[in-house]
């Protein structure tokens, strides 16, 4: 073998140093991620952004040569996932699977899902249909990591067979495993939502802001994860980047929450902000009436807050939707003994069952009922809730 071919093979092309080489495999990683993000989950999915139509095929392309994946099938998985978010239906839910296969598996549920040619029409609508990608990226979606495997080899030897690999499973790991899996296991929760979503941290920096996975099941079609004022959106900060200069147009964000002084009864308004901001609703009532109450009957008791159990006391926070039979039991015991707690806990399911009433006039007299009897129950924490409750309205 001659000298040309042992250089080639030891060095490649470029003859790249060690920082060199991983210079490249973080700026390749991360712009996977970026695809990934940007492209297949706020723009193709939830429709929260556009992109040129150059950036857009850029996305496609990258997303192609270095994942393989299928727009049409990425978006059909994602959006069935919130469709049916922890049922038997959801393609990778840590609820109905556990965690260690989500976490270490997740990649063979995506590969299932996809088989679904139902469920590739029904959720994959709206996506790509063109030549190109009928004839190539759907087509041959393999021949995107194998061109990339090829590039790699040219640019850095035997070594790019070892890039290569880390790249096929940067998306596998940290999208399939780590965001769907931890997304739904560890963390904390700005908003109650229906699910158990959670927020890995509150700087979205390595895996493009998919760290804020709670924020993103509250509000699915925000183009902007980050919604407290600590949080941080690097995804968020690309878009506006892009939109700077022409290439993005920022379709939806998150409403905010405003309220309205001295409203006697909750009006159509009220409603309407009430059902947008139900999740904020939700986690308010938890934090500003099930936590005090719970806290003044243990003190009444002379005991801590602490006597129930943690598991018990997230568990009010949703009604004890994903206990067990056991955990149940132990929840209406603690119920059983704490009179004012159960008052506040029935209330709970109640507004909960309202928000999701068919029939804004239905639903309007059920809410008005509600704050009247909330005002009338002698308990401050509730009182105070429905009074700032009536007042919610959406910002202009």
């Known amino acids: ?37 940007l492209y297949l989950h706020r723009s193709q999915t939830h ?35 919130h469709a049916k978010v922890e049922t038997e239906e959801d393609p990778h839910s840590p609820v109905i699977y556990g965690i260690r296969k989500v976490f270490w598996d997740g ?73 769907n899996g931890i997304g739904h296991w560890a963390g904390y929760r700005n908003f109650e939502s229906a699910d158990t979503s959670r927020n890995l941290l509150p700087w979205g920096f390595w895996i493009g802001g998919e760290e ?13 994860f980050a919604l407290r004022k600590w949080e941080f959106d690097i995804g968020w900060a690309a878009i506006c980047a892009l939109r700077a200069v022409g290439l993005a147009k920022v379709l939806r964000v998150a409403p905010t929450l405003d309220v309205r002084p001295n ?10 902000a ?5 999740f904020q609703a939700m986690t308010d009532y938890y934090r500003n009436v099930i936590v005090p109450t719970l806290r003044e009957e243990a003190a009444h008791a002379g005991e801590s807050i602490k006597s129930v159990p943690r598991r018990l006391r997230r568990a009010l926070a949703d009604g004890g939707r994903w206990l067990d039979s056991d955990g149940s ?3 209406q015991a ?27 006039e239905q639903a309007l007299k059920g809410l008005q009922q509600w704050i009247v009897e909330a005002e009338q129950s002698g308990i401050r924490a509730l009182q105070d809730f429905a009074a700032r409750l009536k007042e919610y309205a959406v910002a202009a």
């Open 263 to 272: 409203v006697p009864l909750p009006d159509a308004e009220t409603l309407k």
């Open 212 to 224: 804020l996975h709670n924020n993103h099941h509250a509000f699915p079609s925000s183009a902007k």
């Open 329 to 331: 039991s132990k929840l």
């Open 274 to 278: 009430v059902l947008t901001h139900r």
């Open 47 to 81: 429709r929260g952004v556009d992109f040129h139509p150059a950036l857009a095929h850029f996305f496609r392309f990258w997303g192609w040569l270095s994942t393989g994946m299928v727009t049409k099938e990425w978006v059909a998985v994602h959006r069935k996932h």
């Open 107 to 179: 990649v063979s549920l995506y590969r299932d899902a996809c088989h679904s040619k139902e469920d590739m029409q029904q959720y994959g609508r709206g996506t790509p249909d063109d030549w190109v990608e009928h004839k190539v990226y759907g087509a041959h979606p393999y021949w995107g990591p194998t061109l990339m495997a090829i590039i790699d080899i040219a640019l850095f030897g035997v070594i790019g067979a070892a890039i290569w690999a880390v790249q096929m499973i940067w998306i596998p790991f940290w999208a399939a495993g780590f965001v």
């Open 334 to 360: 603690v119920l059983a003994k704490r009179p004012n707690l159960r008052v506040v806990c029935d209330f709970r399911n109640r507004l909960a069952a309202l928000m999701e009433q068919r029939g804004a």
């Open 1 to 37: 073998m001659s000298d040309t071919v042992l250089n080639f093979l030891s060095s490649g092309l470029i003859h790249a140093s060690w920082a060199g080489m991983l210079v490249y495999l973080l700026v390749a990683t991360q712009l996977t991620i970026f695809t990934v993000t």
